[in-house]
């Protein structure tokens, strides 16, 4: 057999069991040996599965827990020795180290090991992420991104009488917080051995710092950032024929990635990566208003520029579109590490002078730890662009803990303020957008999706619908087709999967209407008194269900006393893994759209 239906060609068996005492900080032969042989085989079990996801197209991140794995053998080495001592959970602050309890659930036997070849597949229960109570043998969630070291912090104050254990990254800080620290080289197992042996002696809270060359023994990825992510399949390949594995071409090889089956209608099937736009589009604003403060003169229009305009970053320029920003206007690039709550404030700090502008970026999941931060910018009337991507959940195989979706957050100011939360449909419409309101007073909130989007079209035709004819207006909804039996009201990623209801609901003679609302905050007063005396309004999007858009028109429509059938479809479970299937597991594919517009239809129809 091959691909996923293989038997798992490793035998994880071979890991053996050893004890050992901090007491005894020297290993003895047998120790070492043993150690460097679990070492070993549970990197090329990481390997090999990690690569699985590679092959299917879905990410894996296997860099981080094939370097950890010695700090694991020795950690469960200790535990095993003196198990009263311990918390028997290895903690881990990255998330994308997932491999690792993925592997751990399969040693102690919660999963079968021919399971991890399932990998961040759909539905396999094995997301990029670990989650408490999805995946059998999983003892934690480990949040997004640095959520776990205060959270350990609390369990060690649970429980005094054991020493907890939690995997971190490389830390400056550490010391300045008060902890012992002792550095080694993470490679030589005597020297980790000896560092984890004295801070596990010592009374306190302690750490040691691993030093290592990322992905250690593979030699494609060895030493550099692309071992952060996951192996490429031929890397894997050479790297386990090269450990005297045979054949293991016809598992990697096998697997294939699932594509989305569905032909959508409305839309072209050429698709843009709206979070790249944002960037591409930022610059067109950047080049023109260089040419204008410098009158051609383009040293001094990028001096200009630098003045007006800070561009910073929170570590994800690749995932966020600022990648080319930093590219091609260095000079008004900040990089900056993870620390999005004052990356924000320093871009709203820039801001706070009337002609002066700050561009702030990071994933929509993050939304959630800015919300004091977005307060005070606020009320310190500062200038401010965010963009949020990888909102919503499609393609997010990181799963429930990165989904962007409880973005009307952002929207937390008084009744007397007025900021802008933008969600254009494609890459067309948000490039428009970008160049409407880039110069914008206030804050404004750009959001898009981790997956591409196709462009819609307009109705009956193959021309772009947001093509060089189309302006953006901010606060103007958008008729993308009338009808009179009713509307659906939808916006970003969600757009074209709910146009694609519309239409095939029209084919059938019932005149459904959809509405494209790409500001979300803000009442477009004409619009909703139009479809609010309509049979039925049907709000349509990836957001949460409990908080997003859709909580919020039942009322406005009531507000104005209009009392249209009403209905709302969000997100509204925890997430399936893989890509795209992420939308129909949350029931948001155009066949549930559809039968929630019947649905209302019939409704409105028997009341009428």
Excluded at 21 to 42: C, F, H, M, W
Excluded at 432 to 450: D, P
């Amino acid at each position: 057999m091959s691909g996923t239906q293989s038997e798992f060609p490793i035998d994880l068996k071979q890991y053996k069991k050893i004890s050992l005492d901090p007491s005894k900080p020297q290993l003895t032969d047998d120790q070492r040996a043993t150690l460097k042989a679990n070492i070993q085989l549970l990197r090329d079990v990481i390997v090999l599965f990690t690569a699985t996801g590679a092959a299917r197209w879905v990410s894996g991140h296997t860099g981080g827990a094939y370097d950890t794995v010695p700090e694991v053998c020795i950690l469960l080495s200790l535990i095993e020795g003196s198990p009263d001592k311990y918390k028997d959970i290895l903690f881990d602050e990255a998330g994308h180290r997932v491999a690792t309890q993925y592997l751990l659930a399969a040693l102690e036997g919660s999963l079968p090991a021919e399971h991890l070849l399932h990998y961040r597949e759909a539905n396999s229960k094995l997301p990029g992420h670990p989650e408490l109570g999805l995946t059998p043998g999983v003892k934690f969630s480990s949040g997004r991104l640095g959520h776990i070291w205060p959270f350990v912090n609390g369990i060690a104050m649970a429980n005094r009488e054991k020493t907890i254990f939690c995997l971190g990254s490389d830390s400056k800080t550490l010391e300045g917080h008060g902890l012992k620290v002792v550095t080694v080289d993470g490679e030589d197992i005597d020297a980790l051995w000896g560092g984890i042996a004295s801070i596990v002696s010592y009374s306190g809270p302690a750490a040691v710092i691993s030093k290592r060359k990322m992905a250690p023994g593979i030699a494609e990825i060895e030493g550099s950032p692309h071992g952060h992510d996951v192996i490429p399949v031929k890397a894997a390949i050479e790297y386990l024929e090269g450990r005297g594995y045979p054949n293991f071409g016809e598992i990697l090889l096998n697997i294939k990635p699932v594509p989305q089956p569905y032909l959508y209608i409305g839309c072209t099937k050429e698709v843009g990566a709206n979070r790249v736009v944002f960037g591409e589009a930022v610059n067109g604003v950047l080049d023109r208003l260089g040419k204008e403060e410098a009158a051609c003169s383009t040293r001094l229009g990028k001096e200009e520029a630098a003045k007006k305009v800070m561009v910073i970053d929170s570590d994800l320029e690749g995932s966020t579109g600022l990648k080319v920003i930093h590219q091609k206007h260095p000079e008004v690039f900040v990089p900056s590490g993870i620390m999005e709550r004052g990356n924000f404030s320093a871009a709203a700090g820039f801001g706070f002078d009337a002609d002066k502008f700050g561009v702030f970026s990071t994933f929509s999941a993050f939304l959630e730890m800015l919300v004091s931060e977005i307060t005070m910018a606020r009320l310190n009337n500062c200038n401010v662009l965010s963009h949020f991507s990888h909102a919503g959940v499609d393609e997010m195989a990181d799963n429930t803990c990165h989904f962007g979706i409880n973005n009307m957050f952002a929207d937390n100011g008084l009744s007397d303020v007025e900021s802008f939360l933008y969600f254009p449909a494609d890459a067309l419409q948000m490039t428009a957008m970008i160049e409407r309101v880039f110069f914008e007073r206030g804050l404004r909130f750009v959001f898009s999706t981790r997956s591409k989007v196709p462009y819609i079209l307009k109705p009956d035709s193959q021309t772009k619908f947001f093509g060089d004819d189309y302006k953006f207006v901010p606060g103007k909804d958008e008729i993308i087709v009338d009808g009179k039996a009713g509307y659906v009201v939808s916006f970003g990623d969600m757009l074209h999967r709910s146009y694609d209801a519309v239409l095939r609901c029209r084919q059938t003679g019932l005149d459904v209407g959809l509405i494209n609302k790409p500001t979300l905050n803000i009442v477009d007063e004409q619009m909703i008194m139009k479809i609010g005396q309509s049979p039925f309004v049907l709000v349509v999007e990836s957001f949460n269900q409990k908080t997003g858009l859709g909580s919020r028109y039942g009322t406005w429509l009531l507000e104005r006393q209009l009392t249209p059938k009403f209905g709302y479809m969000g997100t509204t479970k925890e997430g399936s893994g893989g890509l795209w299937e992420q939308i129909p597991h949350q029931n948001l594919d155009p066949q549930a759209i559809i039968v929630k517009i019947k649905a209302l239809a019939q409704a409105a129809a028997v009341s009428h």
